[in-house]
């Protein structure tokens, strides 16, 4: 029998690979699902443990934290501990972080949770990715992708969806409890189904990195979420916070780079299909994630939406990334991904130039189109980036790498809440002086009046398309950084010609 190898065909994804892909897909969703699916309860927490907003957003602050400082040590615990058992112990932790959160009994203690979950749901994805990637080879990585994509699409779309009727009907308490059922099931499967593999520890832990890496991200995001709460850089926190991180992460690059099994191998990116990738990546996140806040913000407050009613909305997103996620998939195994990207950049490109002319009265079946064609975009850009970047290494650098994309994504993600917020928050400014005062816009506009409240709304809808016009300069930058991909066919072969002095 000829193989596939042979004859140059990709070969088919096996009944293996796709029980293991199902594994990752589970733990994947959990993960994912936590980072929006809390948004919708800010409100009802807030009033459920009687603080204030500003202490609410801790609750989802802490939680992306979490998953910035612990993903970069996926690498080192996938060589030492085996990536079977770092996936099961993370599932595990993110399991009794979900429990300790439904039974929390003060804000305070629900923050604390929030970042033991995260611990936990921080490497889930990283470890997962890495164990796919190994099972199924550069030549299906595209394909594989593309299934375990499809959670990090939906779950952003199925949160708000899941969390308003948790809200509404039931307690937001089952927010939290709804991971429970899937993490024994995820458990179950990954004991079963998994390959055991042996721990093969190639270098100590990297403490000094763990020291710059960790804490400069977790201090730059929290100065981000100071700036975005306090409307700008006028508290020392905000300005020192993201000042003191910058330089931590420049000073973990600067040693990373000199030392060998640094706890992310950044020389990595300095491969062009892995940096532009990484890059492309960073930018993508930074939009994506900052459009995913502000959408549900735009159905409440400027169009009098329930959370359940605005998650409702975003649904056909899910579904644009659902038609083009599999097919963009198929493509990028069997031509270059730089197409792919480009396209999918550009359609996301069109549905955020969209989005800049969005009014207080703009026809639903509108916002409806442009959110379809955004899903189109982003079911086209996030997975044939990854792979990309992945199908030009070798397989002892997967596990680190994959550990370093996550965090670019991760990182990307907070920096596009923060600052889109901040541009939010000075747009609500000038049309509610009180808000500028106040320190909070969501605040001083539901402190309005029905008659003043609808004499700002046209000024409101304004105000969101500003913001996203923030989105679209963003994506102009991702296609920019992408246009640098190969647009043929890429091996790990390929690369390692090509930069011979980046690899180990």
């Known amino acids: 029998m000829t193989s596939s190898v042979q004859t140059g065909a990709p070969r088919a994804l096996d009944r293996r690979v796709l029980r293991i892909a199902a594994v990752v897909v589970l733990g994947s969703f959990m993960s994912i699902l936590d980072t929006t699916i809390v948004n919708v309860a800010i409100r009802e927490l807030s009033r459920s443990f009687n603080v204030s907003l500003s202490v609410t957003q801790w609750v989802s602050t802490s939680y992306m934290l979490a998953l910035a400082t612990v993903i970069p040590l996926t690498g080192w615990a996938a060589d030492r501990f085996g990536t079977k058992?770092?996936?099961?112990?993370?599932?595990?932790?993110?399991?009794?972080?979900?429990?300790?959160?439904?039974?929390?009994?003060?804000?305070?203690?629900?923050?604390?949770?929030?970042?033991?979950?995260?611990?936990?749901?921080?490497?889930?994805?990283?470890?997962?990715?890495?164990?796919?990637?190994?099972?199924?080879?550069?030549?299906?990585?595209?394909?594989?992708?593309?299934?375990?994509?499809?959670p990090m699409l939906l779950a952003p779309i199925v949160g708000p969806i899941l969390g308003g009727w948790f809200v509404d009907d039931i307690s937001w308490r089952w927010i939290f409890f709804v991971n429970l059922p899937i993490g024994v099931i995820a458990l179950f499967s990954a004991t079963s189904i998994l390959e055991r593999d042996e721990p093969k520890p190639h270098h100590t832990l990297d403490w000094l990195g763990l020291l710059l890496l960790s804490p400069g991200l977790a201090i730059f995001v929290y100065g981000l979420a100071e700036t975005a709460a306090g409307g700008g850089f006028k508290s020392f926190d905000a300005l020192g916070g993201v000042v003191v991180g910058l330089l931590l992460v420049a000073a973990f690059v600067w040693h990373a780079n000199r030392r060998d099994g640094a706890l992310i191998d950044v020389r990595l990116f300095a491969r062009r299909t892995v940096g532009s990738a990484a890059l492309t990546m960073f930018l993508f996140g930074t939009a994506f994630f900052g459009t995913a806040l502000l959408l549900p913000l735009y159905f409440q407050v400027v169009r009098g939406e329930s959370a359940l009613h605005s998650g409702l909305l975003l649904a056909v997103q899910g579904l644009g990334a659902m038609i083009s996620m599999p097919i963009a998939a198929r493509i990028t195994d069997t031509t270059g991904p730089g197409r792919i990207v480009l396209t999918g950049l550009t359609l996301v490109g069109l549905g955020m130039l969209g989005l800049t002319q969005i009014q207080s009265d703009t026809p639903f079946w509108l916002i409806e189109g442009t959110l379809f064609l955004l899903g189109l975009g982003m079911g086209s850009t996030m997975m044939p980036s990854m792979s990309a970047a992945l199908a030009t290494l070798q397989r002892h650098e997967i596990a680190r790498a994959t550990s370093g994309l996550n965090v670019v994504q991760r990182v990307g993600g907070s920096i596009g809440t923060a600052v889109l917020a901040v541009v939010l928050s000075h747009q609500i400014a000038k049309i509610v002086p009180a808000a500028a005062a106040g320190g909070s816009g969501m605040q001083a506009m539901r402190n309005l009046s029905p008659a003043m409240y609808t004499e700002a709304l046209p000024a409101l809808g304004r105000a969101f398309g500003h913001t996203f016009m923030w989105s679209l300069a963003i994506i102009a930058l991702g296609l920019i950084a992408a246009s640098f991909l190969p647009r043929q066919k890429v091996t790990a072969a390929t690369e390692v010609v090509h930069a011979p002095a980046a690899a180990e």
Do not use: E, K, N
């Open 85 to 150: 058992r770092l996936y099961i112990g993370s599932i595990l932790l993110f399991v009794l972080g979900s429990a300790l959160c439904g039974v929390a009994w003060s804000a305070t203690s629900l923050i604390a949770f929030r970042v033991l979950q995260g611990l936990g749901g921080g490497m889930i994805m990283p470890a997962g990715m890495t164990i796919l990637s190994h099972a199924a080879g550069h030549d299906r990585m595209g394909r594989v992708m593309g299934i375990v994509g499809v």
